[in-house]
């Protein structure tokens, strides 16, 4: 009897929504000082998820962030901080998750429904943080500097890796 080899790698689904997600965090802070930290970010979400490694996506996701942050020193507006912010959280969340299937399921099993469905919620998720995150600097004033925003938004990171972990 011929044991046969699980193919554990994440599905193309879930490797098309990493990149996608990676790719809005990109474009939403494309200023030439983020650029780099950006670029390298999303090479290694996608890298990494393509090789199933979790952590090449994290370094990755960790270069998304710091391209926000700089993005945000260099005087980026709330709006595209908030979505760069929450793409590269659900870059991450979608890779971890991804990762997670194929491990569990294999490559072949059908996890995409699965996956939509846990991409879907880490959206509305990541929606309604960045909302709360929105008001609370409209509330604020605009007096505040973007550094405060950037903060928050960190925090909001930091929350959701508690959750996750």
Not at 22 to 40: E, G, M, R
Request: hydrophobic share 60%; glycine share 14%.
């Amino acid at each position: 009897m011929t044991a046969t080899a699980i193919d554990t790698r994440p599905t193309r689904l879930g490797i098309g929504l990493t990149g996608l997600f990676a790719i809005v965090a990109v474009l939403a802070t494309v200023i030439p000082l983020a650029l780099i930290p950006n670029l390298i970010g999303t090479l290694l979400v996608v890298a990494g998820i393509v090789r199933g490694t979790r952590a090449i996506v994290t370094v990755g996701a960790g270069g998304l962030v710091i391209g926000v942050i700089v993005a945000g020193l260099a005087g980026v507006g709330p709006e595209p901080l908030l979505i760069a912010t929450a793409a590269a959280v659900l870059a991450w969340d979608a890779g971890m998750q991804a990762i997670d299937l194929g491990e569990t399921l294999g490559r072949t099993a059908d996890t995409s429904r699965a996956l939509v469905v846990h991409v879907a919620a880490s959206t509305i998720t990541a929606a309604v943080i960045a909302g709360l995150g929105y008001a609370v600097y409209r509330v604020v004033g605009s007096g505040q500097p973007v550094t405060a925003l950037v903060l928050l938004l960190f925090g909001a990171i930091v929350l959701s890796a508690a959750f996750r972990g």
